[in-house]
C-alpha cells in the first residue's frame, strides 16, 4: 500500500532533480487530489495536529501535506505538484514576509491563488490564540521552565513583550519549534485554532 511519507520522500527528490516517475505512482495510488504546501516541519506538525484533534485522515481524503524546507521552494514545489505537474489544486500555508514568494509561485504554476498568511508566522498566531500564559504552561508541561528561565534571564530578552519572548524561545533549539507546533495546537483543547490554520483545513 502507498505511504505519504515515501510520498513525500519522492517528491523532495524530484525537486532536487530526480525523476518523476515514482511520486506519480504513488500520487495515483494514493489517490491524491490536493497538495498543501508548507514552509517547514513546525507548520507541518501543527496541521496534522489539528486533522488529528478534528478527527481526520487527510491522507484517506486525498490530501498530501507537504514541508517544503523554506518558501523559496514554493515555485519548485508547486510547479512539480500543481497543474505543469501532477496536476494537484494547490493550497498552503505561509508566513506575511513569504506571502510574495507564495504568490508568484501559484501564479508559474498556472494554479488559482488559494493559501493562508499568518501576520508573522505560525508560532505568532498559536501564541496569540492560547494567551502567553497558557503558552508557559505548555513549557513547564514540557519540564522546560529551567531553559525558559535561562532564556529570559538573557540581557537581549530584558524589555521585550513575553509574547515575543516566548516565540523567539520557540526558535532557539533544534526541534523544538517541530515540537511545540503539534503541542500548542492540543493545547488549544475545545478552542479555536487561530484563523489561517482553522481556514487551512476548512478549505481541503
Known sequence: MADMDAFRDEIARWAAGGAPDTAA???ADLGLRTAVLLEGPSDLAAVEALAAREDRDLTAEGVAVVSMGGAMSVGRFAGLLGPPGLGLRLTGLCDAREEPFYARGWQRAGAV????????????????????????????????????QTFL????????????????????????????????????????PPAPLAGLLAGL
Open 153 to 192: 534571564a538573557q540581557p537581549a530578552q530584558h524589555g521585550r513583550p513575553r509574547h515575543q519572548q516566548l516565540r523567539r524561545f520557540l526558535s532557539t533549539k533544534k526541534g523544538r519549534k517541530i515540537r511545540y507546533g503539534s503541542l500548542l495546537v492540543q493545547a488549544l483543547d475545545g478552542g479555536r
Open 113 to 148: 491563488r488559494d493559501f493562508q498568511v499568518c501576520v508573522a508566522d505560525l508560532e505568532d498566531e498559536m501564541i496569540r490564540a492560547l494567551g502567553p500564559e497558557r503558552v508557559e504552561e505548555v513549557i513547564g508541561a514540557e519540564d522546560e521552565l529551567r531553559p525558559w
Open 25 to 27: 505512482e504513488l500520487a
